[in-house]
């Protein structure tokens, strides 16, 4: 059981430059969320899903696409990057709504 | 809009004493949930400890205990018998329970304690 689990670990883009990142969960829970942390800040919620085939907007979901075509993944598209967008990306999931959320390592993104 | 405040940005306690760390919320909804998740040099996030709302007895994980005031909106953590590998940023954050539709189902994390263990 290897919970939530995200890749890649850590990558570095250039300004304009498109990438997925993807997360993936082994506990069939129906919620997943991606997350950013900057320094100095919690974590703010970029886009979520209560369901395969579902998706919503966060707090910060300018620049970000999502998709969820299979319960255990959710991805999170940058189609162009951009500076702004050097963060630590957490993704989440949970069984129902107001249960505990459990979270992936992160995966640090450097947009040049 | 909910908000979660932590005062203290750096905390130090000596190894094996107790340690208190604060956080304040700002709700106006009844039924919500509050959390404590650690997060350690490796940048995993934790869930130490979860409250719910409506459960007037205060929640505790062996060391970890909260103290939970729902009147004044203060949820604080107390660390007992501090270990080394209690070092770690920890983030306080709030989750509304009721209203199953969009916009509910986010954590509002609080900007985070930063404790240091002193051996």
């Known amino acids: 059981n290897a919970g939530v689990t995200q890749t890649p670990k850590f990558r570095v883009l250039k300004t304009g430059q498109s990438m997925t990142l993807l997360c993936a969960q082994d506990?069939?829970?129906?919620?997943m969320y991606w997350y950013r942390q900057d320094p100095g800040m919690g974590l703010r919620l970029i886009h979520y899903?209560?369901?395969?085939?579902?998706?919503a907007k966060g707090e910060v979901p300018d620049g970000y696409n999502v998709s969820r075509l299979k319960k255990q993944n959710f991805l999170l598209g940058l189609e162009s990057a951009a500076p702004s967008q050097t963060s630590v990306y957490f993704c989440?999931?949970?069984?129902?709504?107001?249960?505990?959320?459990?979270f992936g390592p992160g995966t640090r993104l450097l947009v040049l | 809009a909910q908000t979660v405040t932590q005062s203290q940005p750096e905390m130090s306690v000596q190894e094996a004493e107790t340690v208190t760390l604060s956080c304040t919320y700002d709700?106006?909804?009844?039924?919500?949930?509050l959390f404590w998740y650690k997060q350690p040099p490796s940048r995993q996030m934790i869930l130490v400890i979860r409250?719910?709302?409506?459960?007037?007895q205060n929640a505790t994980e062996n060391r970890f205990s909260v103290n939970f005031q729902k009147a004044a909106k203060s949820f604080s953590l107390k660390i007992s018998d501090s270990q080394l590998g209690d070092a770690a940023m920890y983030f306080c954050?709030?989750?509304?329970?009721?209203?199953?539709?969009?916009?509910?189902?986010?954590?509002?994390f609080g900007t985070g304690t930063r404790l240091t263990i002193i051996p």
């Open positions: 989440a999931s949970s069984s129902a709504l107001g249960e505990t959320q459990y």
């Open positions: 506990m069939n829970h129906e919620y």
């Open positions: 899903s209560v369901g395969e085939g579902t998706t």
């Open positions: 709700t106006s909804e009844s039924d919500y949930y």
């Open positions: 409250q719910e709302a409506y459960k007037q």
């Open positions: 954050a709030y989750r509304i329970t009721s209203r199953p539709h969009f916009g509910n189902e986010k954590l509002t």
